[in-house]
Structure formats: structure tokens, C-alpha cells
DNA sequence: TCCAACACCTGAAACGTTTAATGTAGTACC
DNA sequence: GGTACTACATTAAACGTTTCAGGTGTTGGA
């Protein structure tokens, strides 16, 4: 056991209540005192009991983060900057990672209870009901992530998928390309639901026909699957916008085994801004999600819900921004061919 | 507020160390009091203030994780398994990120301390020794990552770097290779000395020449100026073994510039298994240091530590394993030449 | 009938802080 | 010299648990 307040303040000579003035700068000590304290804590090695403060303050300064993946390349950086600015805000911060399991998830909504979290950002898909009343009955403070509605000591925090994939066609149809397609959407995912329906959304915009959505399991597989299934699409597109980096990958994989040129054959996006993307050949034209932004703004958010008297959610909407990298390029006005039975050997190879 | 469990005593009309006891499975409640007891509890949806639980108890039920850099993938699965492993045992989990950052990381320290945590894994390179001295003080446990030696309330886990680096020299002699060199060694960066120190005594073992140290920066960049050092060797090796799989990315981007085939003509492999290292093209031979098998450990051997009433250290080999992918093949006898103009042309390109 | 043993339950003192409420000098002003 | 401040310090009551040291009632054997 490390020396406690007590034994700060007997060797001070002054009383815990000082101490704890001079530790947290509230009273005011003299400042011959507040040295003279600090001094004696130096020199005792003297650290506050994180949980006797915790207890003995009206409101705990601690913040919660659940996400569903840790082992997810998104989630480090949003983790890392919720972090830091929570900690800039004088709050502590607890982690919770479910790894998309429904009782990982009610565990890690307990613990945040358990520890009296002031506020707590939930960044998975699926959030137990039940939970959450338990959370707004103790007026804790909620930011999901692009789920569900606004309400009171509720916010949300939006990411723009029209924006990013606004901004893909627009760099597209700039590079002269009118026959996109859209690859790998997997059902029952909202946030790839959302980047599909903007890219049919942007297309009739333009005049373009969005043509067929090749479904995918937004990974590396689904992409080569998906990239051959492109080139049965007659006339073939010039680009192919993907659902995220791993299809997009696997689309470049799939089209450089056909022997199609990529980009100057045809062009590929992906989305998310994964570090694959970049180091791949060539490297992707991408989506990038700011997920610093993300992770900083889940806290501001928690802090002004929290510290408010009239604690209305409101929606935070975060930015997505196009990367421009060498898997895009002009379209092509004359189609290479690949020819009929290549092509066979290839679909059975996969 | 939520209730406390002096809501619970008085709705089951118990005293308070009745409930205490239902909730922890200490003393004898009789079962009829157990489940009346835990029937209020559901119906008032009680939870136990964890501050005021670890203020209480003696000894805290609370393990420490830090780690240098939580965005290195290296890290979010030692961070899930030392995590799922400490809940099984019956601890919390504070984590601590650095971010190599030597003021983060008292911060970090202080923390633990602060929190009362009953042992802590670090898991970054430098570690403040005044506030290891603290830490040793107050009887808590640590392990170290390849750090410093073992003593007292000090576990070391020891990644098998030899192992390693022997089956990825095994693996290429069978192939037949002979002439393999290393690339990527930083100085000052104990894990990647070891890894070149072990190619140099794997290929003593099999009176080989280790060769030259084509030095890097561990990355991406580092790889491709290697990999474009090693066209000016003669005679050009037949494997290079990578320091780690982002070099082996670069490495294999060089060769492939240069007009090189991997492994037709040239086997790369690399360390650390990323993710990236699967889907690059080819795939790249890599050696998986079994992340989750680490942090496991790490929670076991503070759990050994800190409840042993001999408190020893000792140490914890972590297994390496090969992983034989695309990038590693037979050995050419014939080489194949890279003409010196376009070398030349190359080496002003990067 | 008495006593010991047992099963179950409780009272109350910690645990290490924070924070109102209160105390006590010293100073400035009239 | 009295009053009203101001500037510091302190006392003591929380905060919500755990846990030790009993306490009470029942059972069973002598």
C-alpha cells in the first residue's frame, strides 16, 4: 500500500482537507502552503486512490467507449483520439471491446454502469435496448454511431457516406467515365446500405444508369468474385466503385488476372482509407473517414451532453474526404477486350 | 443516481452485508434468501458502484495493460486477449496507449498506480525507471516485453525471434536458396537486432555468409531502397529475408520495378504477419508471432505473480511461427539480368 | 433440560477521498 | 476599539461497498 492523503497531510502538518485543496486547486491555499504540500507529496511518491476520488466526488469524470472491433484498423484511431481529448477534458477513460457479440456488449454496458461513466460513445451496430433505458434512466450521457435517433442525453454522430461517395463520382465523371458500377454491398449493413444508395443517388444526378449492384462479402474474396462478374457486364464499365478497401483490392486482383490494366484499363475506389490501400499496386483512390475527427468530436459531444442543464442530443455530422491515388485514371473510349475463353478459365479458377 | 445497495437491502429486508454477500458468493446466504435477494436486485436494476467495490476490498481486482502504440496492429489483439484472458481470471482492465511518447507514458504509469492496479504488462520499449521503482515499491506485478531482466514482482515475456528467423532460413535452404541476405535492421531497436543477429548465427549454423546488412526505416520506403540495393550486389542473392512485412512490401516493389519476378526470380519474406502482407501480390512467406497467445500470457503471468506468496519472476517464451505464402520459391540457378542503364534510372527514380 | 454446534444473518468499522460548513487570524476602515 | 472583510485552514460528514466480529435461533445429543 502507498502512503494515502492522511499520511500527506500528518507529515505536512496541515489537514487532508488542505491537501486536497492544493491537489485539485480548488480553496485557496496560500502558496507557501500549496509548495510546501506539493513537496511533501513528491517527496512521499504520494498518488491519489483513483477509486476513493471517484467515490467520494458528486460526479465521476470518467467517460466510456464501446466499440465492436477492436482488432478492426477503424477503431485504434478513433479509440486513440477519444481518448486524448477526453483526457484533455479532465475526464478518465474506459474501454469496452464486444468483438460483435451481443453478451460481450451487455457486459461491457454493465461495466460502464458499474463504473458510473458520466457519458459513453457506442460504436457498435447493435446496442441492447434494454441497456440503453438502464443507461437514460441514470441520465448518462449517449453518442451513437450513424444509429438510431436524436433525443434527450442521446446524440449522434454521422458519418457523410453521400459526401464520400459524392465526391468519388464526381472525380470520376471528371476523368470522363460514365459507365460506373457499384461493387459490394452486403445486406443487412447500414453503413454499406448508405454507400450504395448514395452512389444510385449521385448517378441519376448525373443521368447515368447506376446499372446492377454486384453483391459482395466486403472482403478480399468478394472483390475478386466481384471483379470477374464485371467483366461479364457487356458493355463493360470504365470504373467500378467498391464498398471499401479489401473489395477494392480484390477487384485489382481480380482485373489483373484477366489481364485488364488497372487504371488504365479500368478504374477502381475503394473506401475507409485502410493502410493496405496505399501500399497495394497501384495504390488505391480512396474514402477517407476522419476517424480522429470521430473519436474527438464522440467526446466533445459526451462533454457538452453531460455538462448541459438542458441536455437535448444534436447530430454531429463527420466529414469523409476523397484521396486520390493511381488506381483511377481517363476513362477509355475503346474497350480491350478479354477474350471469351480466357475469361471461362478464369471464373472457374476462382 | 442508480441504487445503491442499501436500496437493496431495505426493499429485500436484509442488511446491507447480506446483499454484499448474495452479490459475491461469500458467507452462507440460504438459497431462499439468495434468490429473493437477487430478484430485487434484477427488479430495482441495481449495479455495484466499482469504485466503491475497490475501495472496500483489500486487494483491487484490477490489471494495467500499456502499450506504445495502440494504431499498430500489433497491438489490438494482444490488447483483446490479455483482456479476455484478465476477466476470466476476475480482473478489470485499464489500458494505457503512448504513443511513444515518454511524457504519455509517466502519465500512463501514473495511472496504473493511481488505480491501484494489482500488476501491469508494459509493452513498450522504454520504460521510466523511477516510476518502475514506484511500481516495485508498492509490491504490484509486471511483465515486460523483451525488456530488462526478471527479478522480484518481475515476469519478462520473450518473443522467439531465434525461432523465427531459424524455420525462415530452414524454409529457403530447402528451397535450395544459398546466397540470402537481410534487409531492414534499425540500430537501437532491440526487436529488429535480434531478428538480424539470429539470420547472422541461422547462417553461420549452415556455413553460409550472412552477407552485407542492407539497413532501413522499417517501412514501406526503407523496403524499396533495399530492394533496389540488392540489384547492385554481386552476385545478386537469390532470397532476402525482411526484417519485417512492410519492408518486404517495399522490397517486392523495388524487385518488381526493376523487372523482377518474385519468387521466380528472387524469394522475399517477411515478419509479423500484418494484414497487409496477405494481400499484397504475391503474398508474401511471413513469420506470425502468436499475438494473442502474448497477451494470454501476459495476464497469467501477472495473475501467477501477484497471487504466488513467493512473488519470483520468471520468464514466458513466446512461440514464432512460419507461414509460407507466395513470395518465397525455388531458387534460380541461372540469374536474370537487370540491365545496368535501367538500374541506374531506377536507383534516380526512388 | 441444558449445552454445543451449526446455519444464517447483522452491526458497524473500515477503505481514501471530497466538500460543505465552520473557525481563526490578520487587515482595513471608520 | 469595534466592525467587517479577507484569506486560509480545519472539522466532520458523506460516498457505497466489504468484512470482521459477533448475534440469534434451531437442532441434536447427552
Redesign the pocket.
Known sequence: ?GP???DVAREAK?????V??V??N?????P??RLHVLAVVRRLGYF??AH??N????NSRTLGIIVSDIENPFFPEVIRSFEARARQLGYEVILGDTNYDPNLMRRATERMLEHHVRGVAVMTSEANLQLIQEIARRRIAVTFLDLGPVQEYVSNLRIDYFSGIEQVVEHLFQLGHRRMIFAGERPGLKSNIARREAFIACMKARGLDPGPNLKGDLRFAGGVAAGLATLTLKPRPTAVVAVNDLTAVGLIKGFTQAGLRVPEDISVTGFDKIQLAEYVTPSITTVDIHRDWLGRTAADALHELSSADKPQGREYPIPAELIVRASTGPARSRESKVEGRKLEELLLTF
Not at 14 to 18: E, G, H, I, L, R
Not at 26 to 30: A, K, L, M, N
Not at 55 to 58: E, F, I, P, T, V
Request: hydrophobic share 30%.
Open positions: 500500500m494515502t492523503i492522511r496541515v489537514s487532508t482537507a488542505t486536497s485543496h491537489l485539485n480548488t480553496g485557496q491555499p496560500s507557501r502552503t491519489p486512490n476513493a476520488r467515490l467520494a466526488s458528486r
